[in-house]
């Protein structure tokens, strides 16, 4: 597929939803969908990648899914594992950096340590950076954000008056990072659900029907064309 598109995002985050639907409309257990969910994110990352965006950021586990059927989520750790186990050296190849955002300390010992694995192997990359938020919520990320500022405070290093947008920015999981460009949001929820709530201020949204299995690098290249047609102001005439 060549590259059409007039602007390509710099980062566009993505919140992967759809993937029980798919599922059970096959009559299969939920996990069957997020399996297919992990091909169509592989899909995803490879064309984004090709096309030269900086940074992808896909919701994969928020701090709410914990919740689910004790099932479901072993049956997610167990797929990110086995998926950071034999993707990591394709995208170590393809210059793909691998980041988290999210607590991932909280998460199961052996995804602690794939996770360790594919940092430590892609750091220097200099392609696309992929976040993978993971135990992620973003009322919780601004919250940390302010615990650090709040002690620098307490320390007297900075007076709460002198705390800017960029500092805060900067306490955030995304520290160093733009904003997202593009938010993506599939199965037809028109919400964003605690994704990258300070980051999104000025992002253009997609929403699509498309289940999450469904969506693949075509799905991508429709969103790209509607972003395309978009007319970003910031708020200015
Ligand atoms: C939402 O669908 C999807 C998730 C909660 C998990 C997303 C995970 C993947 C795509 C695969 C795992 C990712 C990695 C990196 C291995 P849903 O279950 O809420 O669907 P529903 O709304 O139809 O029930």
């Not at 950071?84 to 010992?109: F, T, Y």
Request: charged residues 30%; glycine residues 8%; contains cysteine.
């Amino acid at each position: 597929m060549a590259n059409e598109f007039e602007k390509i995002p710099t980062h566009i985050g993505i919140i992967m939803d759809g993937n029980g639907r798919w599922a059970k409309k096959r009559f299969m257990p939920r996990i069957f969908g997020h399996k297919y969910g992990v091909e169509a994110l592989r899909s995803v990352i490879k064309r984004c990648s090709s096309l030269g965006v900086g940074y992808l950021t896909v919701y994969a586990f928020s701090t709410e899914n914990w919740n689910r059927p004790q099932d479901e989520v072993s049956g997610l750790m167990e797929l990110l594992v086995n998926y950071l186990r034999s993707e990591v050296d394709e995208l170590h190849e393809n210059k793909v950096r691998i980041m988290c955002i999210g607590d991932i300390e909280a998460l199961p010992e052996t995804a602690k340590r794939e996770i360790a694995n594919a940092f430590e192997k892609t750091k220097d990359n200099t392609g696309m950076t992929l976040n993978l938020a993971l135990n992620y919520g973003g009322r919780d990320e601004i919250r940390r954000g302010i615990i650090k500022l709040a002690e620098a405070v307490k320390k007297g290093d900075i007076e709460p008056e002198q705390i800017t947008e960029e500092m805060i920015g900067e306490s955030l999981y995304t520290r160093g990072q733009p904003d997202p460009d593009l938010m993506i949001r599939t199965s037809g929820e028109i919400r964003i659900s605690n994704f990258l709530l300070w980051q999104l201020a000025y992002t253009e949204f997609y929403f699509t029907d498309v289940l999450w299995p469904d969506f693949d690098a075509r799905e991508l290249d429709q969103a790209l064309f509607v972003y395309n047609q978009r007319n970003r102001r910031y708020g200015k005439v």
